[in-house]
C-alpha cells in the first residue's frame, strides 16, 4: 500500500532529477534538515523540501526530534572542546574554546566538515574520539591576538580650509 510519505518521496525523485541536481547538492540539501538521505526525511519536511523544489510558498518544517543519544554525544563534544585546559586530571580537560558559536562552528566544521546538529550519531562518536586526541596532544586554545606591532586604535586627523583669504 502506497503512503503519502510514498508519494512524497517519489515526487522529490522527480523533481531532483528534472532539475539535475548532483549529489553534492543533495547531500547538502539533506543535511539542511539534519538527515543523511530522503528516506530519513519526515513527512513534513518531504512536503517542505517538494514544496520548494517545485517553487511553492510552504510553511517551515517542523524540526526533527533529536535522540537522548544524540543530545548526549553534542553535549560531550561542547564540553571536550570549551573545558578549560587547566585541571590536573586530564579526564576534566577541555581544550579552552569560548563558549562562542562564532569560534566553535569554524572549529567544528574544519575537523568534521560539517556542523555540530548535521553530523549523525556515528560521526558524533568519530568526533569525541578525535577531540579527546587533540586534548591529549596537550594543544588548546589560544585567543588571537592583535598585531602587537599596530597600536590598537589608529586615530586620523582631517583639516579642511577655512576659507580664510590669507592662505592662497
Excluded at 35 to 61: F, N
Excluded at 76 to 94: E, F, H, V, Y
Excluded at 95 to 107: E, H, M, S, T, Y
Amino acid at each position: 500500500m502506497k503512503t503519502h510519505r510514498d508519494s512524497l518521496l517519489a515526487k522529490l525523485h522527480i523533481l531532483l532529477k528534472e532539475q539535475g541536481v548532483d549529489e553534492a547538492t543533495k547531500r547538502a540539501m539533506y543535511a539542511g534538515y539534519g538527515v543523511e538521505t530522503a528516506a530519513d526525511l519526515t513527512a513534513p519536511q518531504l512536503r517542505h523540501l517538494v514544496g520548494t523544489l517545485a517553487g511553492e510558498a510552504v510553511p517551515e518544517a517542523a524540526p526533527r526530534p533529536v535522540s537522548n543519544e544524540t543530545r548526549r554525544l553534542r553535549s560531550q563534544c561542547l564540553a571536550l572542546m570549551t573545558k578549560s585546559p587547566d585541571p590536573a586530571n586530564i579526564k576534566l580537560r577541555g581544550l579552552g574554546l569560548p563558549n562562542d558559536w562564532a569560534v566553535i562552528n569554524p572549529f567544528v566544521r574544519h575537523h568534521t566538515g560539517a556542523l555540530l546538529n548535521q553530523l549523525s550519531d556515528g560521526r558524533l562518536i568519530d568526533f569525541v574520539k578525535k577531540l579527546r586526541k587533540i586534548r591529549d596532544s596537550g594543544w588548546f586554545y589560544n585567543a588571537p591576538r592583535p598585531d602587537e606591532n599596530r597600536p590598537a586604535h589608529t586615530l586620523v586627523f582631517v583639516a579642511t580650509p577655512t576659507g580664510d583669504s590669507a592662505i592662497n
